[in-house]
Antibody
């Protein structure tokens, strides 16, 4: 069964850091680009970042550029999101998501989603 | 950056109705538009990619159309399990912007 399992969410103070992890199973992890998408409470979906399957090309949304870093370890089938300088408006459920493509492209579409992990930034 | 605008933001419909949701891009995105369905407390589900390609396992009552800047998602003969929020997403750029969502509620 294809599955994504996020971990690492929690409560953090403004200005703090957190690292999210996502463990994949049921598919050849290195063959797919992987992404993080977030959803603030009661709000819509917001793209955060994406990384290609093996080359390691990365892309970020403007609100997180310079503060968040996406990475992956294909030997461990794991995706990461290092989040620094966290702000209250980073509070959201963070979803780990698989792209249908190996490299982010015009034909990208997010076909497998994890259950999400909640990140709360508050003092 | 490309902005994606969905309309309406919500609608009320009955089982058996046909509903259409529209999504407009702030600039041309060719046909690179995806649609997702999200139910309360659940992760989104990919319904349609590249404007009109139905994903495996998605009922044929769902259909997508459009190109350039204007797109639509149509649900024919609405079923009880279709009451949910729907999002469009552009894949023309690597910013992968989502629309604000359309909530389909039961009348």
């Amino acid at each position: 069964e294809v599955q994504l399992l996020e971990s690492g969410g929690g409560l953090v103070q403004p200005g703090g850091s957190l690292r999210l992890s996502c463990t994949a199973s049921g598919f050849t992890f290195r063959s797919f680009a992987m992404s993080w998408v977030r959803q603030a409470p009661g709000k819509g979906l917001e793209f955060v970042s994406i990384i290609s399957g093996s080359v390691g090309s990365t892309y970020y949304a403007d609100p997180v550029q310079g503060r968040f870093t996406i990475s992956r370890d294909n030997s461990k089938n794991t995706l990461y999101l290092q989040m620094n300088s966290l702000r209250a408006d980073d509070t959201a459920v963070y979803y780990c998501v698989r792209d249908k493509m190996a490299v982010p492209s015009t034909r990208s579409a997010f076909d497998i989603w994890g259950q999400g992990t909640m990140v709360t930034v508050s003092s | 950056d490309i902005q994606m605008t969905q309309s309406p933001s919500s609608l009320s419909a009955s089982v058996g109705d046909t509903v259409t949701i529209t999504c407009r891009a702030s600039q041309t995105i060719s046909g690179y538009l995806n649609w997702y369905q999200q139910k309360p407390g659940k992760a989104p589900k990919l319904l349609i990619s590249v404007a009109s390609r139905l994903q495996s396992g998605v009922p044929s009552r769902f259909s997508g159309s459009g190109s350039g800047t204007d797109f639509s998602l149509t649900i024919s003969s609405l079923q009880p399990e279709d009451f949910a929020t729907y999002y469009c997403q552009q894949s023309y750029t690597t910013r992968f912007t989502f629309g604000g969502g359309t909530k389909v509620e039961m009348k």
